[in-house]
Structure formats: structure tokens, C-alpha cells
DNA sequence: AAAAATTCTTTACAACGTAAATTTTATAAC
DNA sequence: GTTATAAAATTTACGTTGTAAAGAATTTTT
């Protein structure tokens, strides 16, 4: 009889299908793809890929996670900068900020409709756990090293809820791609200061608004 | 002959449209409703909705701009709360989070997949430029009153994109409603300590990571 | 060479958005 | 009151979609 596909074998196709198919995500968007094209530039009968993947979604789902796979790649790379905590938390965000801007696409395809539906789905789950990591972690090296004041959890929530929202500006086309880095940069400094601690004699009171 | 329509039944029908087609999007996703399902609730056949909006992705144009209208109103009104321009600045957040809460599935048509498309719906442009104006606006008032210093367009925008990256973990299930609320506040704290003048002397030397 | 299991292809189907053709309907003219 | 007319609504029809089911091809084991 026939030899049942080896692990690497499927592997390996399912790679392939998730290359193509972000190829075409990106210039079509996930609901102008069909998998019709996805077979036919896998060279391949159109019901095939239903051999590796169990529908349409399923694959839009590992592409998303690869994709957010590289994304932490990225930003883990950038935490291992050499330098002070305050100059490597400064790579980690310029990171994100590079790959919004080199692959908004890609961002898109990660970060756009992300519902909860995502618990279905645990290699959707851990990917996105991984990515969340790192932003938190390095936010616990800026808190202990002084830099800022506070539950690092909570900064690293407010710090990525502000990075991700000013990209969200820029996808929109509501702003370019200087302001971006302009705007988030102030955003950094302005976290900053608010959450350093002061320099003691009389805690200044916030009016916060 | 058949009389033509008169320029309030086409309105009326319209709405009737839009608001039949509105929930069918909250409950089964834009791509899940068809056209033949909004006929059906319409009772008229399927191609009667034709007469009213060229295609479907109009119809979904319409919805959104109508979202963003009830989001502009409820923050206009929050914004002509009686008190202090701190006062009314918590109005005007709060009753963003408290759109985001109640209907979460509203603020998903209106923000996501926010792709420059937009700007070829004038309507929908239009809408947009609504919300955002109240929201730097304000932003002014506090800058005006000496709650916060600098730039009122840069730092509107950062705490928009701020609170906006906030509702998106909420959206996405990564944080609860109590925790939203926290950490917005939060947020909102340390922008404005970050973003006060310095009591003058010294001139705190920011270390921003 | 035959059998058998597994992969791949072909065929088929219901549902989709919507174009084109057709029928219904409400007025104006006689 | 009938008829002509044009707008509105429906019916029919078409090309595509995701994918189920059936069939053909392929490679090992016997």
C-alpha cells in the first residue's frame, strides 16, 4: 500500500501553503483569497490542501501564528541588544514599530479582528502568549533597574496598549510614518515620567484629569 | 405611471436597512450575513436592496458611519457634562470605555479593519473626523486649564491611541472590564503626571528609556 | 501480479453577490 | 374605465465560493 506522509513531509507542505497563502492574504486580504489560487500556485488539485489543512480558516489561523512567530523573533532579538535596560527597552519598541511599518500586512494579519476566538485555537494562543512575554518582561528589567516606578504588568499593559493604538493610527492612514515615531516616542517619555518615582520630599499629588 | 420615491421613503427604507443589517452584523460577523438574510427581514426579495445601496460593502459603509455617529454623540454629550475641564475630560473617557463595554461589537465595526479605504467614503470619512475632533478637542480644554502641558494635538492622539490599545485587549479577552477600567485610569494618571509642567525649579531631567 | 491502503483528482452541490430579464404597480391621458 | 407608461419589485440566471462525496492514481506488501 501506499506510504502514509511522513512528519516532514506534511510539515513541509504546510509550510509551503502558509507561505503562498500570506503571499496572497497580504495582496488580496483574507476574504479575497480563494482556495482555488492557493491550490493553483501550489500546483496542485483545489481539494488538496484540505489533506493538510482542515478549511480555509484553519490556515488563515497558521498563518497568523507564524507570522506572530516572527514578530516575536523580532522583539526578542531586539531585547538581546547590548546596553542599559533603558537603551534595550528602547530597541524593543523601535522593534515594533520597524515591523509595522515593514510588514503592516503582516501586522494586519496578526493584530485586526482579534477576537476571542483565538482561545480555539492554542497555537494561536501560544503564539500570541510569546509576543506578550517579551513586552512584559522587558518592562520588568525597566522597573528594576529604576527606570520607571510600578507594577511592571500593568506599565508593560499601558505601554504595549499605547504602541499598538498609535500603529493602529498610522494603519489607518491617519498619520505617517515620521509622526509614528515622533508621537511614540513622546508617549515613551511622557509613561516615563509620569510613572518615575519622585524624588521623594513631598509626593507630588496628580490632579490626574 | 409609478410614482418615484420620494426622498423620506428612500431615507426610511434606508435606515430600516441599516439597522436590520446592523444586528445581523453584531450577531453573525460581516462576512456571515448575506444579502438574501437582510432581504428576508426586510421582507423583499433579495435584489430589492439593490434599489438602495449599490452593493453590500455600501450597506456596510452605511452601518459603520452610523456606529461612529452614536460613538461621536455619546462623547459630545459626555463632553457638555457640568463641572471642572478635568471633570468633564473623566466624562469623555469614561464614556468611551462605557461605548466600548456596552457595545463592543459596535466598536469592532467602527475600528477594525481600519484600512485606508475609508477615505473613499466621503460619509464615512466624514464620521470619523467627528469622533476625532471631540477627542483633541477636549484634549485642548485641558491644556487651556493647565491640567496637562504641551502640544494639545500630540497628546490627544497619544491618549486616544492609548485608550484605544486598552479596549483592544478587552476586545481580544485579555483583560476584563474591571481591569479596563483600571488600567485606563491608570494610564490616564501617569500621562497627566507625565505630562504636568514641573513645579518650576529643576527642571526634571527625563530619562526616558 | 494482486491486493490494499493512502494520496490526489474529479465531480457535484448548496449558497453567495449581483446582472439581466420579467412582472407588478400606481399614476396620467384619453 | 380603459390604456399607456415608467418606476419599483421580483424572478430568473450566472459565475464563484468553500467543501463533501465519489472516483482514480499510486506505491507498498503479499
Known sequence: MRPQLTETE??????????VAER?????????VTMRQIAERLECSAMTPYRYFRNKND?????RAAALDRFSERLE?????????????????DAY????????????????????????YPELAAANARSRKTMTDYMEDLVAAGVMDGDPKTLGLIYWAGTHGLVNLFMAGKI??????VLHRQM??????GAQRMPDQKPRRTRAF
Do not use: K, M, W
Open 10 to 19: 506534511i510539515a513541509d507542505f504546510r509550510r509551503r501553503l502558509c507561505d
Open 24 to 32: 496572497l492574504f497580504v495582496e488580496h486580504g483574507v476574504e479575497g
Open 59 to 63: 490556515i488563515f489561523v497558521a498563518v
Open 77 to 93: 532579538a531586539a531585547r538581546r541588544t547590548f546596553g542599559s535596560p533603558a537603551r534595550r527597552g528602547r530597541a524593543v519598541g
Open 97 to 120: 514599530l520597524q515591523f509595522a511599518i515593514e510588514e503592516p500586512d503582516a501586522y494586519r494579519l496578526i493584530f485586526d479582528l482579534s477576537q476571542p476566538e483565538d482561545a480555539n
Open 176 to 181: 505617517g510614518e515620521g509622526e509614528l515615531r
Open 188 to 193: 515613551t517619555q511622557t509613561l516615563a515620567r
